[in-house]
């Protein structure tokens, strides 16, 4: 399953849209940093941090942190961990690695959620942070978040979701659709930087429903899988590793 319809504004076919975001992140990457600060009005690092803390990432957990982009995530796991060693950070876009390893020591690839360069069963955590919109297949990205945590493994994936009710419904896209990426213009100067705010908004316009994502986890063979939510708008997925984990269903033809 797709987590969005092929936005035809941007790339023409489902093929063409890993090529279409990495060149998105790439030249919007030197912004990035600042716009998601004043956007989010400075909560992002105490927020993730926080997030990280409920979830249950405890000293000593191997982290893998999928599209880290420019290492927000993995700056506040270091914040709980102590220490950046155990931490491994995935990403495809060249430039939003390049920004995350100017922070911290971790250990740096690129590659995507969908396909990951890792042994089964290799990390104790993994995060995913405002990235879900960007895979091909949640399925493809959900059966390989099972193959590389070890049972028991937990994973956390942070969202923004379209919120419910028409009056915050309207509220969110004057903001996120119009406001935001205005603004972004306007600070950054950047045409670029603009662009990437554009296409936030859209994809979390167009993003599956909440129901769906929690489908996704459990048909990955995913348990305790659950959403809990802040205002209505930040989504956190959740779930682990059974145990006695039976092998995830084989990918569709
Ligand atoms: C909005 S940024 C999120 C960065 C960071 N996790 C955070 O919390 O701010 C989205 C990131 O997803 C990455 N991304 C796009 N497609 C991806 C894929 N298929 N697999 C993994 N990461 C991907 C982008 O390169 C970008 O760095």
Same mark, same amino acid.
């Given at each position: 399953m797709h987590p969005h319809p092929t936005l035809a504004a941007h790339y023409p076919t489902p093929e063409a849209k890993p090529e279409f975001v990495n060149r998105l992140f790439d030249r919007g990457a030197r912004h990035y940093d600042a716009v998601v600060d004043w956007g989010f009005l400075r909560s992002g690092a105490a927020y993730r941090r926080w997030s990280l803390q409920r979830h249950g990432l405890l000293a000593g957990d191997r982290l893998l942190d999928v599209a880290c982009g420019t290492g927000l995530v993995a700056v506040a796991a270091v914040k709980i961990? $102590?220490?950046?060693?155990n931490i491994t950070c995935l990403d495809p876009s060249a430039g939003m690695l390049a920004v995350a390893r100017t922070k911290l020591a971790a250990n740096f690839v690129q590659g995507r959620a969908e396909q990951m360069p890792f042994a089964d069963q290799a990390f104790d955590f993994l995060t995913m942070g405002y990235a879900l919109r960007h895979v091909t297949s949640l399925d493809a990205t959900f059966r390989e978040f099972h193959r590389v945590l070890r049972p028991g493994g937990r994973l956390l994936i942070l969202e923004v979701t379209k919120p419910a009710g028409r009056f915050p419904r309207a509220l969110f896209r004057l903001y996120f659709g119009h406001v935001y990426p205005f603004l972004t213009r306007l600070f950054t100067r950047s045409n670029d930087a603009r662009d990437m705010m554009r296409y936030y908004w859209e994809t979390m316009d167009a993003c599956v429903p909440p129901a769906a994502v929690l489908q996704a986890l459990q048909g990955? $063979?995913?348990?305790?899988v659950k959403r809990d939510t802040l205002l209505g708008l930040f989504s956190e997925y959740s779930a682990v590793k059974p145990l006695a984990s039976p092998r995830p269903p084989p990918p569709l033809p």
């Open positions: 961990l $102590g220490t950046a060693k990955a $063979g995913l348990a305790a």
